[in-house]
């Protein structure tokens, strides 16, 4: 009597082969070029590109209804609800002493996370994520005002990105509601 055996559904080399696989990728070498690189997302302010780590951008939107508060610095355009999460939306610009004005159709807000906090930032426009060697950033030599919240400068594809030091930014005293006062 033969017996009919199907290898394809053989349970026991399907679970052997993803065990392989699996300490295979667990004993691996890191790939040391992949852990220098930062990812960044760039975006345009004024005339001149920014960038922050990727890994703080959670959203891009177009720019949503915002609800004005009374009593917020002018930097704090309002907030909006993002499902269930009400996220205020900041204007970085003249905090990086940037020339402000109206956002033309390209405009965006892009939603961040730093630590707890969810913050919308207005942005002229996004460029997209790039990867910038770690090391080839360096002090910033622009004409920034604030460089505090700045966390250096690199040349990606031939055009500087000023990179941003999202924990500072975003808790710089320009973004903290004004004091009621008695």
Request: aromatic share 4%; hydrophobic share 40%; net charge negative.
């Amino acid at each position: 009597m033969t017996e009919n055996h199907n290898d394809a559904y053989d349970t026991r080399a399907i679970l052997e082969r993803m065990r392989e696989e699996y300490w295979r990728g667990i004993t691996e070498e890191i790939d040391e070029e992949a852990q220098d690189q930062l990812s960044l997302l760039s975006f345009l302010l004024g005339s001149e590109t920014f960038a922050m780590p990727a890994v703080y951008g959670k959203e891009i939107l177009k720019i949503p209804p915002v609800v004005r508060v009374p009593r917020t610095p002018p930097t704090v355009l309002g907030i909006v609800n993002l499902r269930g999460i009400i996220t205020p939306i900041v204007d970085v610009r003249s905090v990086l002493g940037l020339k402000t004005g109206e956002v033309a159709d390209l405009g965006r807000v892009v939603i961040t996370e730093v630590g707890e906090l969810y913050t919308g930032i207005l942005v002229e426009e996004v460029l997209g994520i790039t990867q910038a060697p770690r090391e080839e950033i360096v002090p910033v030599s622009t004409t920034i005002a604030k460089k505090d919240y700045l966390e250096g400068q690199v040349l990606v594809d031939d055009r500087p990105m000023v990179v941003l030091n999202m924990e500072k930014l975003l808790n710089a005293p320009d973004f903290k509601p004004v004091a009621i006062r008695k």
